[in-house]
């Protein structure tokens, strides 16, 4: 269905979902659990480089 990653950094390093998984909720499914995550690590900043049409996806993240 998809797959993300995170450095830790705090830089969103991958995030994709596969086309027939778009806009069920797999992609912010993902981020959260790699938020989490990486919050359990000790990252407290993020960073992510994605295109205009990802920026609803990380809004409010």
Request: charged residues 20%.
């Amino acid at each position: 269905m998809g797959f993300c990653g995170y450095a830790r950094d705090g830089h969103i390093t991958s995030l994709y979902i596969h086309p027939n998984s778009e806009g069920q909720g797999v992609g912010r499914a993902l981020l959260t659990h790699v938020l989490e995550d990486a919050r359990a690590h000790g990252v407290t900043d993020f960073y992510v480089e994605a295109s205009e049409m990802a920026f609803p996806l990380f809004d409010g993240l």
